[in-house]
């Protein structure tokens, strides 16, 4: 099973960017160096534990990230805890949020044997790598990346904070910790992930004693996740708060309910049609993705059946897919101190790997006294 990458030509005109199209070139050449040798990279991609996973991380991400295990690539994952207050005061309780996410993880097939899962705030020794890359950054650089500045207007007239305003650098620090080479994600994310490369590279020239072959880092590379660009029901961005979502953890029934109310158009006959019919588009490509079919195939065969035969064919592909999932899923919430358990695994182990970088830093930087 290979994973699947942006190709150059699938790339959308809204993003015009050499830095994409350089992205998306070399996670081409990644993925078929993974297909080589697996153990020459080590993984790292992280969420945030703001709400269940939805179907949009399942086609998106999570789907990348099973299929590198698979590989037999290491990967490590971090709950980015932290990162949840950059833009807002709190969540709620975090810790549910966090158990939630994991028990998500090992329900997709996650499997805590081959990939390590952490939460960010458990890793001391990984926030001590912030203040060195703070000093490889300038305020200007982390004014202008752009994903920075979309979530503060996201706000709401809210000051920048300066944790938003340094997200980049503890990203980079997630990602730097444990000396990862291989970063899935999606395009939103590929500033901050230039400012990782950025800091490894400064980092080096620096502090690296002039040895090209030995950098303390590596230089990390993005590997674009597909570019499933999965709608709510209601034909708009998929989030929690607009409850439009089709989440993991929701039950056949609540499925079926918010698929029969999703938005669709007055056409009665049902095409595959993304720039002119969103909504009834959005509804077949789920129903591709579910059923691992062809978006226009899915259309030719409901045809004039129209949206209410498209949304009873959703609904049942989606519960089909899901249901070893949700099974899974179930299971694994009758036992609470496995979750606990995994957690507290990759925390140790996230621990290891995080003291043994700080202990090079530090030396490269002059700074070890004991
Ligand atoms: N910022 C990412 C998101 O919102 C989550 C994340 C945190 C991450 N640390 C990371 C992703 C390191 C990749 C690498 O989705």
């Not at 079926?256 to 158009?265: C, I, K, P, S, Y």
């Not at 969103?278 to 691992?292: D, K, R, T």
Request: hydrophobic share 40%; aromatic share 4%.
């Amino acid at each position: 099973m290979t994973t699947n990458v942006h190709t150059v030509d699938a790339l959308d005109a809204s993003a015009p960017d050499a830095s994409l199209a350089r992205a998306a070139a070399r996670s081409l050449e990644l993925d078929a160096e993974i297909a080589i040798d697996p153990s020459r990279f080590r993984v790292l991609t992280g969420d945030r534990p703001t709400g269940n996973l939805h179907l949009g991380h399942y086609f998106g991400t999570l789907a990348t990230r099973v299929a590198l295990q698979r590989r037999g690539v290491e990967t490590i994952i971090v709950i980015a805890d932290y990162q949840v207050i950059a833009d807002r005061d709190g969540v709620g309780s975090l810790e549910e949020r966090v158990r939630s996410l994991v028990t998500d993880y090992l329900a997709v097939g996650l499997d805590p044997d081959r990939t390590t899962i952490f939460a960010h705030s458990a890793v001391p020794e990984l926030h001590q790598l912030l203040l060195p890359f703070l000093a490889l950054v300038t305020d200007a650089e982390l004014r202008r990346n752009p994903t920075v500045k979309a979530e503060h207007e996201g706000t709401g007239g809210r000051p920048m904070s300066g944790l938003l305003l340094t997200y980049p650098v503890h990203q980079a620090a997630d990602i730097l910790f444990c000396k990862a080479n291989v970063v899935p994600v999606g395009k939103d994310q590929l500033p901050h992930l230039e400012q990782a490369r950025v800091i490894s590279r400064r980092f080096d020239q620096r502090y690296g004693r002039g040895d090209r072959d030995r950098p303390v880092f590596p230089t990390p590379d993005a590997l674009l996740s597909p570019a499933v660009n999965l709608l709510g029901v209601d034909g708009q961005k998929m989030s929690k708060s607009r409850e439009n979502a089709i989440d993991l953890a929701m039950d056949a029934e609540t499925t079926a309910r918010r698929l029969r109310a999703a938005v669709t158009d007055g056409d009665r006959v049902i095409t595959y049609d993304p720039a002119r019919r969103p909504a009834v588009a959005n509804l077949v490509l789920l129903g591709a993705l579910a059923s691992g079919r062809e978006p226009h195939d899915v259309a030719a065969d409901i045809g004039s059946g129209g949206a209410r035969a498209l949304k009873q064919f959703v609904s049942d592909a989606v519960n089909e897919h899901l249901a070893p999932i949700r099974a899974r899923r179930a299971e694994i919430e009758r036992h609470p101190d496995l979750v606990h358990d995994v957690l507290a695994a990759g925390n140790r182990r996230a621990r290891v790997i995080a003291a043994a970088t700080l202990d090079e830093v530090r030396a490269a930087m002059w700074m070890r006294y004991d």
